[in-house]
């Protein structure tokens, strides 16, 4: 099918739509390997965390395995950030810079983002992962942050606007009880790993709305907190907290708006269950 004037279509060819560049289907497929790279980093991740581990022995792990599927970490001195994952361990919101002291204990909420870039398409995705058994208000944010990633999927579609994933996404979160955080968004994600739009977590004016269509490839990832949606930023100029030092969650999914609704390009679910990997480097070993 010719990209044309029919609207419903990938485009055959590189074009904008409100400022936002639309996928060809070859570069789709691209950025499907991209992400099938990021879900897999990120599946076994999950499969292997446990007390103990230091989030410096997940971020060596990341990096050898996306550079090992034939991808560069995203992150990687993205305007300088030092490491290949984002790690962020209770009151951190976003943006955690790995660390060796950073030892995780049983009853920890564990975010882990990541991205790859491969054949200059980039792939993002966020978990949120339980340390052994931890709280239950911590277990309500967990599946409250991932059912309001999925409330906001769910309005993907051509024709939907970016204001119905973020209602969605809002009513979502604020039906379970917990305060959405404002001042960072989801983003378009391709060519560059944040490109146009904004993809908001919240009803806003302040951001442009767009409509969406086929060949938008879009990171959505609200962020939740079980208190206040306050942050502030550490002294390393990274890492951000939450002010009442309350948990937060995270997750976030790379998505394409097809011809008929979605696809989630870095969906786990359809990976096979990893072996658990042999840790790269455990506590005291070094
Ligand atoms: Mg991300
Ligand atoms: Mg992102």
Redesign the pocket.
């Known amino acids: 099918m010719s990209g044309g004037r029919d609207r419903t279509t990938l485009p055959s060819r590189r074009r904008r739509a409100q400022g936002v560049e639309l996928k060809t289907a070859e570069e789709v497929e691209i950025m499907r390997q991209a992400a099938t790279i990021v879900a897999t980093v990120l599946k076994e991740i999950e499969a292997m965390v446990e007390p103990g581990l230091s989030t410096a022995d997940l971020d060596a792990y990341a990096e050898q395995r996306i550079r090992g599927l034939g991808a560069t970490p995203s992150f990687k001195g993205y305007h300088g950030f030092p490491a290949s994952i984002?790690a962020c361990v209770n009151d951190q919101v976003v943006h955690g810079i790995p660390s060796k002291r950073q030892v995780l204990r049983r009853g920890d909420l564990l975010k882990v983002?990541?991205?790859a870039y491969y054949q200059g398409f980039h792939g993002?995705?966020?978990i949120t992962l339980a340390i052994g058994e931890v709280s239950p208000k911590a277990q309500r944010l967990m599946a409250a942050a991932e059912a309001a990633l999925y409330a906001g999927i769910d309005q993907v579609k051509p024709g939907n606007t970016l204001l119905d994933i973020a209602g969605a996404i809002e009513d979502s979160v604020v039906s379970a009880g917990f305060s959405v955080v404002e001042g960072f968004t989801g983003h378009g994600v391709g060519r560059n790993l944040h490109e146009a739009p904004s993809v908001f977590n919240v009803r806003t004016r302040e951001l442009p709305n767009i409509t969406l269509r086929p060949g938008m490839t879009l990171?959505i990832?609200p962020i939740l907190n079980a208190g206040s949606k306050q942050t502030r930023t550490l002294k390393d100029q990274w890492t951000v907290v939450t002010v009442d030092r309350s948990l937060s969650a995270q997750f976030?999914h790379t998505v394409l708006v097809s011809e008929t609704g979605y696809e989630i390009l870095t969906d786990r679910d359809r990976l096979p269950t990893p072996e658990i990997p042999a840790v790269a480097t455990k506590p005291g070993s070094r």
């Open positions: 984002c983002d990541t991205g993002d995705s966020c990171a990832e976030e």
